[in-house]
């Protein structure tokens, strides 16, 4: 399940630095380029939305492996208890989500959204009049 948060997490930087880049020289050129203030702000707007969606495709594809991960790891609890004695492989345990690989990148995925966000709605839409 590592492999696939590698992958994901990798796909969410990309584009995530992408989106935010674009946002940003939006903020600093769209006066140079002669784009009204309001449709500037509704390119950060929608930008920053897109962020939010990739950023939550991202955490879907994360935690649908988790469950199918929890999923296989039971069914192999269940063939060795079967084919090898019962007890011989501990089910896995949601007190252990936070020894989790996953769980910090989806923190960090939902950490730098809301940042994001409010960084944008203080500083960036206020800034473009």
């Known amino acids: 399940m590592n492999e696939n948060a590698h992958r994901f997490l990798a796909i969410y930087q990309t584009l995530a630095t992408t989106l935010v880049g674009a946002t940003l020289a939006l903020f600093v050129g769209y006066r140079k380029w002669g784009v009204a203030p309001a449709t500037a702000r509704g390119g950060v707007i929608g ?13 879907t594809l994360i935690v649908v492996g988790a469950f199918a991960w ?3 790891r039971n069914e192999e609890c269940d063939i060795t208890d079967e084919m090898v004695g019962p007890g011989f492989r501990k089910r896995p345990r949601p007190g252990n989500l936070t020894r989790w690989y996953e769980t910090y ?3 960090f995925i939902t950490v730098s959204v809301i940042t994001m966000w409010v960084l944008a709605g203080f500083f960036v839409l206020p800034a473009m009049r």
């Open 70 to 72: 929890l999923d296989y």
């Open 105 to 107: 990148v989806l923190l």
């Open 47 to 59: 930008l920053l939305t897109l962020t939010t969606v990739v950023a939550a495709f991202t955490i």
